[in-house]
């Protein structure tokens, strides 16, 4: 749309204050229609006569400002009255808070230096026909709000009893209009409200509330006060070894709340931040503390939840929830990958570990295609794809498995809901981003040089490296591959000419062959296996599974292997060790957190230790989703459930039980109709319940059937010798209710 108004800020320099814009007009005439249309540079909340407009929190989103700004539309007719009033409070937000908060780049300073402004239109259409337009100009006012000062990371500080100051005329200023779009991503909401589970006194006498679930959004509370108390809340999400309110880890994030109450009775809660936390330390607060004046509002992207998993072991079914939780909170517009420490950044390899199981939780088309949009944008001109996006640490080298988030994403969106749109945008950064491993590799087929992170945070790194053992090339050329390939594929769907990608793939594979006959680490195997490059991938992965053996049973893996290991050792026959791995409640394992009480997913495996020290407080976040990646393997190997063509217009239900799981079920609620997978222990027999609402190859016992929609019941008997070799397969298509167990 064609905006008519102006860009207006404050003629003045407000520090850290929040600002506030006001219009008021008076209405003669009756009203048909009223709609405003409005953005900001910054996080605005808008009010009419006093009252919320829409629901949207921390609008208008996080996007590549410079290029890309979304506004939103909202309808206001019914609250237009004779005399209105139009107010706009606008905080720093993503905007120009100090992000990151780890380091200084010479962009960042620029940043914090932007203005925060607002640019909107009131579109007023009348019974007589008639129309009007109200746009920003320097008719619209400005003042300071009584948020007094805001950032991001740090938190907000509220003054109830603020007088402000006379309002100004705003100022006009120039910034572009040309990088307006309309709202593309799924809207911020309040989603969730969280009651205090416990109020806990500490060792150290400390006052903390528990809400037992560690959430992204802010803290709601009533309280009844004189003026002037003073309320001051910090945010935590574990507590330490004794028992003590603990955030060293929030690195420079002060994640604080500071509140000036005014008299009496009055219910607050942050405007233009959020926070990642379970715990609040009330470090002021001027009365008895009563649990239920307190609520956590979870903040995240309005996703529908698409995924449910439950089994008989509660300590998986809760190691499914923290999945879960860890998505919601770090789906908040831009997939994330913590939202408590200085850094809340959309790094890509994080999402690009975690995009298909986020894909099946939920519905994320919309919320990763806006993001991809960011990330062709802020894609540099030779193809390279920063670590972060929206681009904050511009100019950084890039990484593989991190970069390759530009193919990876688009390729599973497409995967998963089966519509080719977002192959058609990204196809060219696709491209460009593997042309960019090609010009600056320094060996022909391979990705050699650059700098990577390696398998991030692996198991197996040399003490003091945050980078496990995996040969660093090994993975860059296993990704360059795996790339390469997608561009192939996603040419294929678009009918585009891919004939130099599939000569350039073939090239890296056999380069990948030649330079590397042989795996040395659990990740090694498995981007070698699930890449399709080991010559003889059923050795590999015999080897792999004997290597998880000498290993312990257990992983060793970090960014880049987790998601795929148990995969590559299920899909050659080792599922039996790929369950150990995801049933192991011993450190280092999917469950050791579980044990240890977390609630959403850690960033190392051992973020508590087991003596229950934290490891080193400069970077473990309590909200990490990347290895919640296992859910992926849930879905589609141990229910079974996977798309036999994109968008799930057909299914491959090949669920695999295991022994030591009386029963476990998965369903997805694909674009094309549910599809349940349920097995379940009796005796020594197995009975599969399914129900799909698309036609289907069901696949069990190495036995394959074709089905159409509807519902199933598939038996199967345990041999006494062998465990989980199915002697015969029985099916019948059953009408009535399942009986149950
Ligand atoms: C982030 C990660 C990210 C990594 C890259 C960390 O600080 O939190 O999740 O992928 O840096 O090395």
């Not at 794809?385 to 080298?397: E, K, N, S, T, W």
């Amino acid at each position: 749309m064609e905006f008519t108004g102006k860009w207006i800020k404050s003629p003045q320099d407000h520090g850290h204050a929040a600002l506030e814009f006001q219009r008021e007009w008076k209405t003669k005439k009756k009203i048909l229609h009223a709609s405003l249309v409005i953005t900001a540079l910054g996080v605005y909340e808008a009010s009419i006569n006093g009252k919320r407009i829409g629901d949207y929190v921390l609008a208008p989103g996080w996007t590549a400002y410079e290029k890309r700004l979304q506004y939103q539309q909202y309808d206001i007719t019914p609250w237009i009255s004779a005399e209105n009033q139009l107010s706009v409070t606008v905080g720093k937000g993503w905007f120009s808070s100090r992000m990151p908060g780890f380091m200084d780049l010479p962009d960042k300073k620029e940043r914090m230096g932007r203005p925060n402004g607002i640019l909107a239109e009131i579109a007023l259409e009348y019974e007589d026909g008639s129309k009007e337009k109200i746009a920003t100009d320097e008719s619209w006012l400005c003042r300071e709000s009584a948020i007094r000062w805001n950032d991001l990371y740090d938190g907000e500080t509220y003054d109830a009893t603020y007088e402000p100051e006379e309002w100004q005329n705003a100022r006009a200023f120039s910034w572009p209009k040309d990088i307006l779009i309309p709202q593309e991503g799924e809207e911020i909401r309040e989603k969730e409200r969280i009651a205090v589970q416990e109020v806990l006194h500490t060792p150290a006498g400390e006052t903390v509330l528990d809400f037992g679930q560690e959430v992204t959004g802010y803290v709601e509370f009533t309280v009844d006060a004189c003026k002037g108390d003073r309320i001051r809340l910090l945010h935590g999400e574990v507590l330490d070894q004794e028992g003590n309110f603990y955030n060293a880890n929030y690195r420079s994030a002060k994640s604080e709340i500071n509140y000036i109450c005014k008299a009496g009775l009055q219910t607050w809660h942050p405007v233009v931040t959020f926070y990642g936390f379970r715990y609040i330390k009330l470090e002021e607060f001027p009365e008895e503390v009563r649990a239920d004046r307190f609520s956590a509002i979870a903040v995240y992207s309005d996703i529908r939840q698409t995924g449910y998993l439950s089994s008989s072991c509660q300590k998986l079914n809760q190691l499914f929830s923290n999945v879960f939780w860890g998505q919601k909170g770090n789906f908040l517009d831009v997939p994330t990958d913590c939202p408590q420490r200085d850094e809340r950044l959309g790094w890509t390899g994080d999402a690009q570990v975690f995009v298909k199981t986020a894909s099946y939780n939920y519905d994320v088309e919309r919320f990763f295609r806006k993001w991809l949009h960011d990330m062709a944008a802020d894609q540099q001109e030779n193809g390279a794809i920063g670590m972060v996006i929206p681009d904050y640490l511009r100019g950084a080298v890039p990484s593989a498995a991190w970069g390759d988030a530009v193919t990876i994403c688009p390729w599973q969106i497409y995967e998963t809901y089966g519509n080719r749109e977002v192959l058609q945008e990204q196809f060219p950064s696709m491209k460009k981003w593997v042309d960019y491993i090609t010009d600056t590799t320094t060996r022909p087929g391979c990705w050699c040089g650059g700098e990577h992170f390696g398998d991030w945070l692996g198991l197996d790194a040399p003490q003091g490296s945050y980078k496990g053992s995996s040969r660093e090339e090994l993975i860059a050329t296993a990704f360059y591959a795996y790339s390469a390939s997608l561009v192939v594929k996603a040419g294929e769907v678009l009918g585009e000419d891919v004939d130099e990608y599939r000569m350039l793939h073939k090239q890296i594979v056999k380069a990948f062959r030649e330079m590397y006959p042989q795996y040395h680490t659990q990740t090694e195997y498995a981007v070698a296996i699930q890449f399709e490059l080991a010559e003889d991938p059923q050795k590999a992965a015999d080897e792999l599974a004997e290597l998880v053996k000498k290993d312990g049973l257990q992983l060793r893996t970090g960014f880049v292997g987790t998601p795929y290991i148990l995969h590559s050792l299920s899909r050659y026959g080792h599922t039996e060790l790929a369950y150990s791995l995801l049933l192991r409640e011993e450190y280092p394992s999917w469950l050791y957190p579980v044990s240890k009480g977390a609630t959403t997913i850690w960033e190392h495996w051992d973020g508590i230790m087991e003596n229950g020290e934290f490891w080193s407080e400069d970077m473990n976040s309590f909200n990490h989703y990347s290895y919640g990646a296992v859910l992926d393997w849930v879905y589609e190997e141990a229910a079974g459930i996977r798309p036999a063509q994109p968008g799930f217009t057909k299914a491959r239900i090949a669920p695999k039980p295991d022994q030591r799981l009386d029963w476990l079920e998965g369903s997805l609620d694909t674009r094309n109709g549910r599809i349940s997978s349920r097995w379940i222990h009796t005796g020594n027999r197995i009975r599969y319940e399914i129900e799909t609402e698309v036609p289907a190859t069901v696949v069990i016992d190495g036995k394959e059937k074709e089905v159409d929609p509807g519902r199933y019941t598939f038996w199967s008997s345990v041999t006494e010798t062998s465990g989980l070799r199915f002697l015969e397969v029985q099916d019948e298509k059953e009408e009535d209710k399942y009986e149950t167990v």
